[in-house]
Antibody, heavy 122, light 109 residues
Framework: QITLKESGPTLVKPTQTLTLTCTFSGFSLSTSGVGVGWIRQPPGKALEWLALIYWNDDKRYSPSLKSRLTITKDTSKNQVVLTMTNMDPVDTATYYC??????????????WGQGTLVTVSS | SSELTQDPAVSVALGQTVRITCQGDSLRSYYASWYQQKPGQAPVLVIYGKNNRPSGIPDRFSGSSSGNTASLTITGAQAEDEADYYCNSRDSSGNHLYVFGTGTKVTVL
């Protein structure tokens, strides 16, 4: 059974850097085709894809947020870390991490963590 | 990156069929995956690839694609299917970037 859980601060101040950790179990981030993605959802709004790290340490970022995001993995700890710099109130959202898999059939995010609400306010 | 556009809301009578669409240029090249999200819960994958359902997803959920449009069909909608639905796919850049649709609220009457 694959599970993921996000952890990090619930409140950050504007201009600060947000660091979120996704701790997972039930799969290895060394397996070909596997990745971990980050997705966020502002209150009452749609999902927004942020970043993805693959088993081979390849990384992809949302073009609109690329300059502010860094994604890393620690395979031995079964963790993926997302940092977002220069936080702003508009970044207030629930942040999810999700297991990613892709092959000739397609690619998808499943399952997802429970999400963590991050509020940006002074 | 490209956008994926969905109708904001649709309604369906209990037991009837509803189709949710997702439009975007990248769908001419890549499959969409579909996610169901109920209030206060994390999204759940319901369809991936050409038309594949994860274990535990009822067979009343199906997917299809034509041109720049991907569709999720619920055949015989149940009360528990009332939720927000999002499509997701790669964008059209060819750089393995992803984008979510704008979301569709499905109401079961």
């Amino acid at each position: 059974q694959i599970t993921l859980k996000e952890s990090g601060p619930t409140l950050v101040k504007p201009t600060q850097t947000l660091t979120l950790t996704c701790t997972f179990s039930g799969f290895s981030l060394s397996t070909s085709g596997v990745g971990v993605g980050w997705i966020r959802q502002p209150p009452g709004k749609a999902l927004e894809w942020l970043a993805l790290i693959y088993w081979n340490d390849d990384k992809r970022y949302s073009p609109s947020l690329k300059s502010r995001l860094t994604i890393t993995k620690d395979t031995s700890k079964n963790q993926v870390v997302l940092t977002m710099t220069n936080m702003d109130p508009v970044d207030t959202a629930t942040y999810y991490c999700a297991h990613y898999y892709g092959d000739y059939v397609g690619d998808w995010f499943d399952p997802w963590g429970q999400g963590t609400l991050v509020t940006v306010s002074s | 990156s490209s956008e994926l556009t969905q109708d904001p809301a649709v309604s369906v009578a209990l037991g009837q069929t509803v189709r949710i669409t997702c439009q975007g240029d990248s769908l001419r090249s890549y499959y969409a995956s579909w996610y169901q999200q109920k209030p206060g819960q994390a999204p759940v994958l319901v369809i991936y690839g050409k038309n594949n359902r994860p274990s535990g997803i009822p067979d009343r959920f199906s997917g299809s694609s034509s041109g720049n449009t991907a569709s999720l069909t619920i055949t015989g909608a149940q009360a528990e299917d009332e939720a927000d639905y999002y499509c997701n796919s790669r964008d059209s850049s060819g750089n393995h970037l992803y984008v979510f649709g704008t979301g569709t609220k499905v109401t079961v009457l």
